[in-house]
């Protein structure tokens, strides 16, 4: 199983409170985190992209470095660990896109370098923009991301597409250099919802998703992801996503988390919750359900209590089926990770 780290690019990281570290994401900090991953033995590197944030107090994701370039920038100073921007879909060409992770792999050099699609479940972030196509895109942003996909793959294969779709329209477009039969690019992506799995399946080679502690929830999310795979005839893995407390006790763990909650940063949580009203499907796997449940400060279940104690989650959660990789955030990159590096990889190796 593959271990990785959601990288900082966005401000303030996933808990939303006052009492939590708070960061703005810099150079030196995606530089440092990089290397202290590779260095402890991680083996991958996810980078979100963000254009508006929540604002508030705690200036949530208002600062947001590019996600596609600060991977550029981190494959000429990393050496072994796999690098995953993030595309939004609905800012780049699928032509332009597909020459970037071209470029960016060739960079990085073989089998480092992977794309995180996104297609965008914030109306008011490409509002802002003049980019959002109108609120009928959110019912058909998974076809819009086949088509998208399509072209680029077409490309990746052969350097060449003319792809006709209801969305784009290829005229002899060209991609040189291509990757050609040594397709060296891993596809992931984090839709939650039932179409958002159904392209994962087809499209993508890992399906990332917030993680669950609960075994039988946990084994009931990724029965959905192994059987939107099945109907897709592939098989997707499921990469499941924690934040991580380490501390010498689980009591410590408690108060830490304890002062997080007590000073959660509420207008943003509403705001953040707002954001994702467009889904108003009612799954409960929706990121709306998801944000309205009560721990709603921290944006994922969270791993925690002393490096023991830590390490026998991760390996239980390592021995469910189709889990082919875990993700962790962590609110104090650069103490936290010398802390699960030192005292947690350890006692996984
Ligand atoms: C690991 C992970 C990474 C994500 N990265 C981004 C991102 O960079 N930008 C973004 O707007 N949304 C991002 N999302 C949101 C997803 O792309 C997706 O829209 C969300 O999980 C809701 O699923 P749905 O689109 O199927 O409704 C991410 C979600 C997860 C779990």
Redesign the pocket.
């Known amino acids: 199983m593959k271990l990785g780290v959601?990288a900082p690019t966005l401000s303030t990281g996933w808990v939303i409170s006052t009492a939590s570290p708070q960061y703005r994401p810099s150079w030196f900090l995606m530089q440092e985190t990089a290397l202290k991953a590779e260095h402890y033995g991680f083996e991958f590197l996810?980078a979100?992209?963000?254009y508006k944030g929540m604002g508030g107090e705690t200036r949530f994701w208002d600062y947001a470095l590019d996600?596609f370039t600060t991977m550029a920038g981190l494959a000429a100073v990393t050496r072994k660990i796999q690098l995953i921007p993030?595309i939004?879909l609905l800012s780049v060409p699928p032509v332009y896109a597909a020459k970037q992770v071209v470029t960016v792999a060739n960079m990085a050099g073989p089998g480092r370098f992977g794309v995180?699609i996104?297609?965008?479940?914030?109306k008011p972030e490409w509002e802002s923009m003049g980019l959002w196509p109108g609120d009928e895109y959110f019912e058909y942003r998974y076809d819009y991301a086949a088509e998208y996909m399509t072209v680029m793959k077409e490309l990746w294969a052969t350097g060449q597409s003319d792809f006709k779709g209801k969305f784009f329209q290829m005229n002899d477009a060209k991609l040189e250099p291509h990757f050609g039969d040594e397709m060296d690019v891993a596809v992931v992506c984090?839709?939650?919802?039932d179409?958002?799995m159904v392209f994962t399946s087809q499209f993508a080679d890992y399906q990332?998703?917030?993680g669950k502690l609960d075994r039988a929830e946990l084994v009931g999310q990724i029965a959905r992801v192994r059987t939107a795979g099945e109907q897709a005839g592939r098989t997707t893995e499921a990469y499941p996503?924690y934040q991580c407390v380490v501390r010498d006790s689980l009591e410590e763990c408690e108060d830490v988390i304890g002062n997080w909650r007590e000073n959660q940063d509420y207008p943003t949580v509403a705001t953040m919750t707002g954001h994702a009203s467009m889904?108003s499907s009612g799954d409960a796997n929706?990121?709306h359900a998801t944000l309205s449940k009560s721990d709603n400060f921290m944006l994922w279940e969270v791993i925690k209590g002393d490096p023991k104690s830590v390490a026998e989650q991760i390996r239980a959660i390592s021995e469910v089926e189709g889990v082919g990789g875990v993700?962790f955030t962590f609110q104090d990159y650069q103490t936290d990770l010398d802390r699960f590096g030192t005292q947690v990889m350890p006692l996984l190796k």
């Open positions: 959601f996810l979100p992209n963000k996600s993030s939004s995180n996104i297609t965008g479940w914030e984090a839709g939650q919802s179409k958002g990332f998703m917030g996503l889904d929706s990121l993700m």
